[in-house]
């Protein structure tokens, strides 16, 4: 039998273990703020693998915020700790992390669920549960993977680090803390739900606000006063030419796949404060996608001059501009250079196990993998099982777990080097 074969085998023999250890990750809820009883979960099972090292903290606050990149509404991080669990090569091997964020988005309404969110139940070859494909429950694969190269007496040239980090989904503040806390290595994979696409590019995003003034009089004196509503629909047409502009200009060969790759939401919508008033003002609030290649401060400087420019063809909103801002989360975009390695070799992986090759783009939204690629010369790549993520029944195909979990000890073992 060849190497991959006995890879495959061992993790076929670990199947029901891999499978229950997702479900506990699971059933141990870890919305922002409550990691604490998650990760401990998580570094006993560090510690079960007789990992080198097995570190715990919780970030600095006053460290973060003295950074660029921090973004967080957060003030501490007392009681939400990040893990690291190291497992240290002999050497002559490229050292890899595979980082995982533990923070799920709330769950929402219950009533929506047909399987509870917090439970980890297994239905028809389905986990079910909030974080079971973004992404607390493909960290089972990757504590299968280590636990396979144990079991065949493997030793890996290059160091592994296992990563667990905090606050992924509002600005990826725990990452951050890992990096500078000193973590980085010749590349990193994080197992965002791609659906096995490997990704090697991931565009950011950032919430905007637009506030939009109009004048108050009585809604039966309406000729009296402005409509800061009515005064949205230039605003929103400016939104829709900038977003137009975003797909003409950036798309590349990476975001091809996307009928509209880079896209601008607006999820909130206000105005005024009484019925029967012509409303003051008007707030609109959502998210705009920020290409690679382009930055959030680039991306907000762009999205006022397209407002402007439809703006100002209306006379009131020529003296009254409305105020355009980002505020309280973004994510920058980032890319691992094209020729990297890690790239084919994932690729390489993909095929060996499904006999075709893997469908390479760029993802639709940030992660954690930015703050590694440029902050600690650390590329990274976003490789994961799963397509589900902030939905009720979010669930993980039990054979997709699996599958992930014998494709990423290949990727271990070829890129650490064994003994």
Known sequence: M????????????????????????????????????AQRHVGGLME?????????????????????????GRSSFVGSPNVAGLWRGTGDGRSLIL???????????????????????????????????????????????????RALGLKLRGDLTVLSVVEEETGSAGALSAVLRGYRADAAILPEPTGFAVCPAQQGGARFRVVVKGKSAHAGQRHLGVSAVEKTDLVRAGLVKYE??????????????????????????????????????????GRM?????????????????????????????????????IFDTYWEPAQMRSDHPLIDLVGEAYARRTGRPPKVH????????????????????IFGPGVSAHCPDEFLRVDDLLEYAKMLTQIVVDWCGVD
Not at 132 to 138: G, I, L, N, R, V
């Open 99 to 149: 980082c995982s964020h533990i923070d799920v988005v709330p769950e929402g309404d219950p009533a929506e669920w047909t399987h509870p969110p917090f439970a980890g139940e297994v239905s028809d070859g389905v986990i079910y549960g909030r974080g079971a494909s973004d992404m607390k429950a493909t960290m089972a694969a990757m504590f299968g993977a280590i636990e396979v190269v």
């Open 362 to 381: 760029g993802t639709s939204w940030g992660t954690d993998g930015r703050m590694f690629t440029e902050f600690a010369d650390t590329p990274s790549l």
């Open 244 to 285: 137009a502009h975003l797909n003409e200009k950036y798309r590349t060969e990476l975001y091809a796949h996307l009928e509209t790759p880079f896209t601008i939401n607006i999820g909130l919508f206000q105005s005024g404060d009484w019925f029967c008033t012509v409303p003051e003002s008007a707030r609109l609030e």
């Open 289 to 325: 996608a920020v290409p690679p290649g382009l930055s959030v401060k680039e991306s907000l400087k762009n999205l006022e001059s397209f407002i402007l420019a439809e703006t100002e063809k209306d006379p009131w909103l020529r003296s009254h501009p409305p105020k355009v801002e």
């Open 2 to 37: 060849t190497l991959y074969a006995d890879l495959d085998e061992a993790v076929d023999e670990l199947a029901e273990k891999i499978v229950e250890c997702a479900r506990e990750i699971l059933r141990r809820p870890s919305l922002s703020g409550g990691e604490a009883e």
């Open 48 to 72: 079960s693998l007789r990992a080198d090292r097995v570190d715990r903290w919780e970030p600095d606050i006053e460290e973060l915020v003295r950074h660029p990149a921090f973004v967080s």
